[in-house]
């Protein structure tokens, strides 16, 4: 119903528009002239004005400007306005007398022919450009209207691939633990199976709430502080300054995350670290550091056919465009992922 609301008042703008351009000559008219000559000569000028923009715009220019048929258009359209130009004279020629200076004056009928063609081509003209006009602002419509279906395409396929990656990391973590027979793999499925719910039912949005999203790190980063002491102790997350309003879009932070486990040394390391904050600040600006140690001379580098960093970073740019700060700090010991990006709020 509403698009078919929204198509009818489309079609019903040119009738207003023609409407109010009857009303001025029939005040322009009516200045100098019996009323009912007034709506006479009104409805005769308009009408055959409409009527050669008409045909101009839905036969001349689609059938013969657009292609190409120059030459046709032109002979066409001045016999066209021929036509009208004869039809008008013979429908308003018992009123050519009008009044200047309280003298009548009746103009010469070739000086009467040659103005009303000569407004005619006027109007031929006006109506081209309007045709023009309307159809440069619908292409340009259809583009936008494509560009975000493409947009919209695109960051759903990237986000179906964070779900199996997501997925396979986990799951070679519960295997892991499974196969040792270590009394945390029940409870990593447990966690496994809220994260799962989590991104069936809330991340199908584009925004959701940075709370959830943060809820939904801190189940990440309990699941793998499952695996070992090691992780438990040295795996911190901080927030500040988020509100419930506060909208971001689903899983962005995820793979720099996951990229911090992956490339992390907690293993072997005992001064190893993951240290994760997240803040928002007065201006609305979302502050996210995810820095690890990492093992010695590992150059941090996505691997060929890989999703994580570059994944998000084509996400990135998707949804903010220019709007936000990606800097990448790549030390013999650490490695460090600086993000600042503007809050939506709800």
């Not at 029939?26 to 045909?55: E, P």
């Not at 081509?121 to 975000?148: G, M, N, W």
């Not at 936000?324 to 700090?329: A, E």
Request: aromatic share 12%; net charge positive; proline share 3%.
């Amino acid at each position: 119903m509403i698009g078919f609301s929204k198509i009818k008042q489309q079609a019903l703008n040119p009738y207003l528009l023609w409407m109010g351009y009857w009303m001025l000559w029939l005040l322009m008219l009516s200045s100098f002239q019996q009323f009912d000559k007034a709506v006479w000569g009104a409805t005769v000028n308009v009408g055959i004005q409409s009527a050669v923009a008409y045909t101009n715009i839905r036969f001349l220019i689609p059938d013969f400007f657009e292609k190409r048929k120059y030459t046709a258009y032109v002979i066409l359209a001045l016999l066209i306005l021929f036509v009208f130009t004869k039809a008008h004279l013979s429908l308003i020629e018992p009123y050519l007398q009008t009044s200047s200076w309280g003298r009548k004056i009746r103009f010469p009928r070739a000086f009467q022919f040659g103005r009303i063609y000569l407004f005619l081509i006027l109007v031929l003209i006006i109506s081209a450009a309007y045709k023009f006009a309307v159809d440069r602002f619908q292409a340009l419509q259809r583009q936008s209207e494509l560009a975000k279906k493409q947009l919209e395409t695109e960051l759903e396929a990237l986000r179906n691939q964070i779900n199996p990656h997501f997925l396979f990391n986990t799951l070679n973590n519960i295997y892991t633990l499974a196969y040792l027979k270590e009394d945390n793999a029940a409870p990593m499925i447990m966690k496994l199976s809220a994260l799962l719910r989590y991104m069936l039912h809330e991340c199908q949005n584009e925004k959701v709430p940075l709370e959830k999203e943060v809820t939904f790190l801190e189940n990440i980063i309990e699941m793998q502080k499952l695996k070992s002491d090691a992780f438990a102790k040295r795996i911190n997350l901080e927030t500040a300054g988020i509100r419930p309003d506060h909208l971001i879009a689903p899983l962005l932070l995820l793979g720099f995350v996951e990229n911090s486990f992956k490339h992390s040394d907690l293993d072997f390391n005992a001064e190893g670290f993951i240290d994760i904050k997240l803040t928002v600040d007065s201006a609305g600006i979302v502050h996210f550091i995810c820095t690890n140690t990492k093992k010695k001379r590992e150059k941090v580098v996505q691997e060929q056919g890989g999703i994580g960093l570059a994944n998000t970073r084509k996400r990135l740019h998707l949804i903010y465009g220019n709007q936000f700060d990606l800097k990448i700090t790549d030390t013999p010991d650490n490695y460090q992922i600086s993000l600042n990006l503007p809050v939506h709020e709800n």
